[in-house]
């Protein structure tokens, strides 16, 4: 089956989703629809389509011709923009983060379900060839016994980057480095470690002129014993330097590094196997091709839809990395370490009292 996409917010990000899906035979674009006029218009005089101001009208128009809208507005609308839209029954392609707050996201997918619309968010990295394989190494058990993993975002954001939407860096709309920068980092954390048992962060604002924070560290407990960093800066000057991720193990070591995890820089294990001889030729980088992963993540929504094959990334598993986010900056407001769920310690549900 085609799935046919409505973009709901057409400013920069709305053009890798057009490249993206112009290369996945099984997909199209109806509409674009953005509050600003120009904005929209700009789009839609681009790609041939029609354009709208109100998402209301673009469904009444072509509601029978969109499968998925694709949810590009800033990040505190995407909340309200999925309930607000859950009624017309459409699945929903969301750029991270899902939303800010988790009520607001548990309202979201509660609403979906009730519509029967499905949610999936957009982590791309999750298909860049060196984390795949990376992920491969994780599940085969080849690093044994997990002990640490760091992600390091250290990106430029200068202040004209901020000044030049008054929604960035706000705590209503925005966050700072971890919700914006960092989340795919943070998700690429818990996909490769799992569970998060409790977190300690800190955050300053150095550089920039926002409200949420520039700067951020944390340490996280993970379910199986082990330990995580999370370094995460747009203070990073004077250009882009990072944004990696490594895991260590006992029997091994691995970093994927570049600008965006795309590029691997340390692949080392004890015992070696065969494969590690190629494995910098064959899954050492992403093709040079604009938006490829986000290719490769639409591409995967649409198998999901068709024939239910796994590995896109849904609603709740964006709840998860949201949840980890929003733990981030109670520890840092508190100063305390905060834990991620419930852990029974009087109950005596399960446990035989003989």
């Given at each position: 089956m085609k799935y046919r996409f409505a973009i709901l917010g057409c400013g920069a990000v709305s053009q890798k989703h057009m490249q993206?899906?112009?290369r996945i035979e099984d997909a199209s674009v109806t509409a674009g629809c953005d509050i600003s006029e120009n904005t929209a218009k700009s789009f839609g005089e681009k790609y041939g389509l029609p354009y709208f101001t109100d998402p209301h009208k673009m469904m009444a128009?072509?509601?029978d011709e969109i499968d998925i809208i694709t949810v590009l507005t800033p990040?505190?609308?995407h909340g309200r923009n999925i309930i607000d839209l859950a009624r017309y029954g459409k699945h929903f392609l969301v750029e991270k983060p899902l939303a800010l707050r988790l009520d607001e996201t548990d309202e979201l997918l509660e609403a979906c379900d009730r519509f029967g619309g499905k949610i999936f968010v957009v982590k791309q990295n999750r298909f860049n060839r060196p984390i795949v394989k990376l992920k491969e190494a994780v599940v085969a058990g080849r690093f044994g016994k997990l002990v640490m993993a760091t992600v390091r975002v250290r990106w430029c954001r200068k202040q004209e980057y901020y000044s030049a939407n008054k929604w960035r860096g706000t705590w209503a709309m925005d966050g700072g480095v971890l919700t914006n920068q960092a989340s795919h980092h943070i998700d690429m954390l818990m996909w490769l470690?799992?569970?998060v048992e409790s977190?300690?962060?800190q955050t300053s604002t150095r550089l920039a002129n926002i409200e949420a924070e520039d700067t951020a560290a944390a340490i996280l407990r993970f379910s199986n014993g082990a330990l995580g960093i999370i370094e995460a800066t747009t203070a990073t000057r004077p250009r882009d330097y990072e944004g990696s991720v490594s895991v260590m193990g006992e029997k091994g070591i691995v970093e994927v590094g570049g600008f965006a995890m795309n590029k691997l820089k340390t692949w080392d294990f004890d015992p070696a196997i065969d494969d590690?001889?190629?494995v910098f030729?064959?899954?050492g980088e992403n093709p040079n091709e604009p938006a490829w992963n986000h290719a490769e993540y639409i591409r995967s929504l649409v198998g999901h839809l068709n024939d239910g094959r796994l590995g896109v990334v849904d609603g709740l598993q964006g709840r998860k990395s949201l949840e980890l986010i929003n733990a981030m900056y109670e520890s840092a407001e508190t100063g305390q370490q905060v834990a991620l769920r419930f852990r029974p310690k009087m109950c005596k549900l399960g446990i035989s009292q003989e």
């Open positions: 993206a899906l112009g128009e072509k509601g990040s505190g609308l470690m799992g569970d977190v300690q962060c590690d001889k190629e030729e064959k899954w």
